[in-house]
């Protein structure tokens, strides 16, 4: 897994660490060229290595990057780098779902609906 700094496909510098899942963790990162800030999904590289795991993800971006709608992030770019595969994607800003119920436990069902359909 990249540490805090590094620098993953000559260009995207590692800055935050956001979640991590069953597949891989997500970063937040900076395009040096650019100066744009993306998510890194970086993929485990023990799965990774798996060409049945890798060919689901390659498959992952390949779908959402034929879609163009707000409610879909955008994929930028696929990049193998050493022993992983990573995905640059759009970044999101806002707060997760259970965030916002954190600090609103009880919303209506037409503010839960609204929430689902972005």
Do not use: C
């Amino acid at each position: 897994m990249p540490e805090l700094g590094a620098l993953l496909g000559a260009k995207y510098r590692v800055l935050a660490k956001l979640g991590e899942g069953g597949m891989g963790t997500v970063f937040r990162a900076e395009n040096e060229l650019t100066g744009k800030h993306v998510a890194i999904k970086w993929m485990h590289p023990h799965l990774a290595a798996n060409p049945d795991a890798a060919e689901r993800m390659l498959r992952e971006a390949r779908a959402a990057s034929k879609l163009s709608h707000p409610n879909v992030v955008d994929v930028y770019d696929v990049v193998r780098d050493d022993n992983t595969l990573f995905l640059v994607m759009e970044l999101l800003q806002g707060e997760t779902l259970r965030e916002y119920l954190r600090h609103n436990p009880h919303p209506k069902l037409s503010e839960f609906i609204s929430l689902l359909l972005g």
